[in-house]
């Protein structure tokens, strides 16, 4: 199991509106905090939390991510991921994202300039057009985009995305009306449901060897 099929589940989301987590209001900013519980197959492996704030029209999210996957009681991989992102509108502004993929450790770092999206990876930066977004699963307008940014890798990767169909998905013991997308990309094959207010409500990642990673609201 490698790195890069999780890479792509490291990124916020916003608005359960039909199974929200808590969320505090006062003054000028809004919190809002999920937590997951992370399956492989149907074993559990992990937690996925996340906390997204906006204040004054900025949006930033941080998420925290530790899986933990065993094999006759010995551990097989673990993976730790840790990330944090600042939004404008649309367009990210500047994100952090550090990993421990069974020892191998990623660190990548990107930032908006006046001349594109600057992207950090320990090796030579790489530019990419001003306006970027990641896989922000919280916005669905990010299905739109043509292409998006890994902030795992720092990889700009072409998209596909198909509009399935309706479906009936059970979410927190709740029979809730979603719209089921299919999204691939290189090594990537996810799969996402959204309800009539366009409000993320499940996803599935089918990962090497065609095993099924599955976030469920805990």
């Not at 589940?9 to 006062?26: D, E, H, N, T």
């Not at 998420?63 to 944090?84: G, R």
């Not at 950090?120 to 299905?143: D, Q, R």
Request: proline share 3%; charged share 25%; aromatic share 10%.
């Amino acid at each position: 199991m490698k790195h890069r099929f999780v890479g792509l589940l490291m990124i916020g989301l916003f608005g359960l509106a039909l199974v929200s987590p808590s969320s505090a209001k006062g003054g000028e900013s809004d919190v809002a905090n999920w937590d997951f519980d992370v399956y492989l197959n149907d074993k559990k492996v992990g937690k996925h939390s996340f906390t997204v704030s906006e204040t004054d029209g900025m949006r930033r999210v941080q998420s925290q991510a530790n899986f933990n996957v065993k094999v006759l009681f010995i551990t097989a991989y673990q993976y730790e991921h840790s990330a944090a992102e600042r939004w404008a509108g649309n367009c990210l502004v500047e994100f952090d994202a550090s990993t421990n993929a069974n020892g191998e450790r990623i660190r990548v770092s990107g930032q908006q300039t006046s001349t594109g999206f600057l992207i950090e990876s320990g090796e030579s930066p790489v530019k990419l057009p001003e306006c970027v977004m990641t896989f922000a699963y919280w916005n669905p307008e990010f299905l739109e985009q043509p292409q998006l940014l890994n902030p795992q890798t720092g990889e700009f990767v072409d998209i596909r995305v198909e509009e399935v169909g309706n479906e009936l998905l059970e979410i927190r013991g709740q029979t809730v009306a979603a719209t089921r997308f299919s999204l691939k990309a290189r090594e990537v094959d996810l799969t996402l449901w959204y309800s009539s207010d366009d409000e993320w409500l499940a996803l599935e990642s089918v990962a090497k060897g065609g095993h099924i990673i599955r976030y469920e609201l805990s």
